[in-house]
């Protein structure tokens, strides 16, 4: 009874593992029928994925509440990259383009910032008026980004290409270092730099809706990793799937890009936005700040060593529009989050600053 039980609630689960066994029987048959039903497959593919998140930021979140931040949203968006990150190296095993991995970084950029804390700003300032949350952890995660972009995806445009090994190695060093010193600042002595003391009955109301999670800790972690594993098996067939779809049909590069960001943060949007509609903005800043980050910091040093691994660079260098497109981010980012307080205007700047990168999308730039 008990096993029945824990499979209803694990029911995208259960049903990513079916989608997994047919995609598995079916693949050949669907590739030898076509463009459009490799599409359709493809569609079906993203939506489990998409579903499958959701279980895994689920017990990520419970996890999140029962934990505290910083170390909760820490657990989401580490969940989020690890899937990122495993579609990315699956497809990129493939016939992808070498711009794969930068557009993707750079989609998850504009989908984190823009997008998460954007429309979570402005619908949370719509409600509650002004937001608090800890100034200093929008000012951490701001210069950290800046730095890693810059060092990751703005200087390769200066490396010469038969260099481009040396950097890549450095790069991986620098990132892992970064990283390194990061994490010891928010589980260490200045995690007080990514938290925020609410009131004692929002507190309670984290506590009853923890109590009423499914599930020990030990569960959470158990259905997290198994979620992570059908994940990576699903996106391997969608990626053969939208490879053959998607071929000669003249669609930007740019749009396998926004579909690997979106389905890393499907389950990050839905947290930020809840966090943002109970007024408890510190959450959303870290989810969409922090997921932003460990885009960054933690998928480039893996795709550099696959790089380096395979003797294939990829292509790192952001484009013109790109750059821009990141600095005007990051600099909106970092006078909106310089006060400890957010509001509709600053959200709604965001949000436009997202649909501006979803247009030049759409125009193939």
Partial sequence: MAIASRLKDEK????????????????????????????????????????????????????????????????????????????????????????????????????????????????????????????????????????????SMIVPEFVPDDKWHYYSAFTIVAMIALYGLFLRMQVGQHSYFFSYSYPRSEKRKDATDTEHGEGSTAESIVVILIGVVLIGLLAEFMSSFMNEGLKDLGAPVALTAIVVAAISAAPEILTALRAALRNRMQATVNIAMGASLSTVILTVPVMEGIALYTGQPFVMAMTPVQTVMVTITLIAAAINLNDGETNAIEGMTHFILFTTFLMLTFLGL
Avoid: C, F, W
């Fill in 12 to 151: 995208y689960l259960v049903l990513a593992l079916l989608v997994g066994i047919a995609a598995y029987a079916s693949e050949h048959t669907i590739m030898a029928m076509g463009r459009g039903p490799a599409l359709v497959a493809a569609a079906a593919l993203v939506a489990t994925i998409v579903l499958a998140s959701m279980r895994v930021a689920h017990h990520a979140e419970l996890l999140a509440i029962k934990v505290g931040d910083p170390y909760g949203t820490m657990i989401l968006t580490l969940s989020a990259v690890a899937v990122e990150v495993i579609i990315l190296a699956i497809m990129m095993s493939g016939e992808s383009s070498p711009t794969l991995v930068r557009d993707t970084i750079y989609a998850a950029l504009m989908l984190d910032i823009n997008g998460i804390l954007g429309l979570a700003a402005l619908l949370g300032g719509l409600k509650h008026g002004e937001q608090p949350y800890n100034d200093n952890s929008g000012k951490t995660y701001g210069v950290m980004i800046l730095t890693a972009m810059g060092i």
